[in-house]
């Protein structure tokens, strides 16, 4: 059997916390653990809040912690040529349309539904799932948005892609066997942008492909998030990592940990006089 490949793959729009290193750690241990690799990629495809120096201060905090990986890093700015290549494959089976309402327009459209008997369907993130341009808008009002060169994004037909695919699409999650996906439940995501030719979505599966990432190992809050890696899998012919998606550190107030929050970024930590043995352990690790 080849040996298996971990990766950790943060986003530079922000300082790392104590959540992240918990995340890499546990990468690079599995790794050891297992005779494999652990792989770093950057995932800036945000390329306005993910800055250099945010990436440079990502990657000293991260061998602070003493961690080592391999070289060269996947940087994921630099390969938007050929996220556009598995969008276009999307495109020639039909999968994908140009979206055009706007936030203020979806969130006016969706406080009118939730007004009535029936609230709109939310994503598993929370977000309202997509209504479509024909529920909102008039086909004069489509037309004219069209023409006027307005921003757009482009999602997939959710329906069409399960239907495609199959209904019995699942994934295998480490202590928990095999988990049904249920892709359905986001609507038609985003899969890139008028101006960014790719989505968090769509680059994370043709990258860990592209890596041979066998064992994806991440936080509990992308779990959901693997029914539509799983749907873009199959349709793009990748191959099914496995999985397994780990606890979340927490505030004292049980709160998910913010890249914006200071007390536990690793840069605070360490100008504290925090050693990286001590945030080991206070992870528990
Ligand atoms: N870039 C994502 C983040 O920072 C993680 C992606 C993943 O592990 O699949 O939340």
Partial sequence: MNSPVYRFAPSPNGHLH???????????EAAKQNGGRFLLRIEDIDTIRCTPQLQEDMLEDLKWLGLHWETPVRKQSVHFDEYAKALEKLQSMDL????????????RFVAEKDAS??????????APLYPGDNSVLSEQEQEAQQNSGAPYALRLNMAKAIEL???????????????????????????????T??????????DDALQGITHVLRGKDLYHATSVHRLLQTLLD???PHYEHHDLILDETGRKLA???KDTSLRELRASGTTPAQVREKLGL
Avoid at 20 to 28: Q, V
Avoid at 96 to 107: C, E, G, P, S
Avoid at 117 to 126: A, S
């Fill in 18 to 28: 104590l959540g992240h290193a918990y995340s890499a750690i546990l990468n690079d």
């Fill in 96 to 107: 994908v349309y140009k979206a055009y309402l706007t936030r203020a327009q979806i969130k």
């Fill in 117 to 126: 008997d029936t609230p709109w369907p939310r994503d598993p993130d929370g």
């Fill in 165 to 195: 695919a199959g209904a019995s699409l699942t994934w295998n999650e480490a202590h928990h066997g095999t988990i049904r996906a249920e892709p359905a439940a986001w609507g038609d995501v985003v899969l890139a942008r008028k101006d």
């Fill in 197 to 206: 030719p790719t989505s968090y979505h769509l680059s994370v599966v043709v």
């Fill in 238 to 240: 990748l191959p099914e």
């Fill in 259 to 261: 890249k914006s929050a």
